[in-house]
């Protein structure tokens, strides 16, 4: 199995910055893609950037220039830097994972998240 642990939330005023880590740990052949999405009460989740194994990045258009995000693939970890945090930014964070598992021989896709992390940013 694969696990993903999630760090790095709080509370922060606006204009403030905030770093959230993603580790994942267990049996994977290869990470494809990370990526970071969040869900605020009442909302759909939604994409909040994502990246490839091969570094390219893709960000939703309401964080573009604000957040950033990273990969360190020997510690299979994901980050997200956060800048200029508004109150809209407001919401649980979730971490995903695509990866590939080698199960009965055969390599296989599989998608994982993370349990979660609350960011508040206070007005």
């Known amino acids: 199995q694969v696990q993903l642990v999630e760090s790095g939330g709080g509370l922060v005023q606006a204009g403030g910055s905030l770093r959230l880590s993603c580790a994942a740990s267990?049996?994977?052949?290869?990470?494809?893609?990370m990526g970071w999405y969040r869900q605020a009460p009442g909302k759909q989740r939604e994409l909040v950037a994502d990246?490839?194994?091969?570094?390219?990045?893709n960000y939703a258009d309401s964080v573009k220039g604000r957040f950033t995000i990273s990969r360190d693939n020997a510690k299979n970890t994901v980050y997200l830097r956060m800048n200029s945090l508004k109150p809209e930014d407001t919401a649980v964070y979730y971490c995903?994972?695509?990866?590939?598992?080698?199960?009965?021989?055969?390599?296989?896709?599989?998608?994982?998240w993370g349990q979660g992390t609350q960011v508040t940013v206070s007005s």
């Open positions: 990246i490839t194994g091969g570094g390219t990045t």
């Open positions: 267990g049996s994977i052949f290869s990470i494809n893609v």
């Open positions: 995903k994972f695509v990866v590939d598992r080698i199960v009965g021989g055969t390599l296989k896709e599989y998608s994982y």
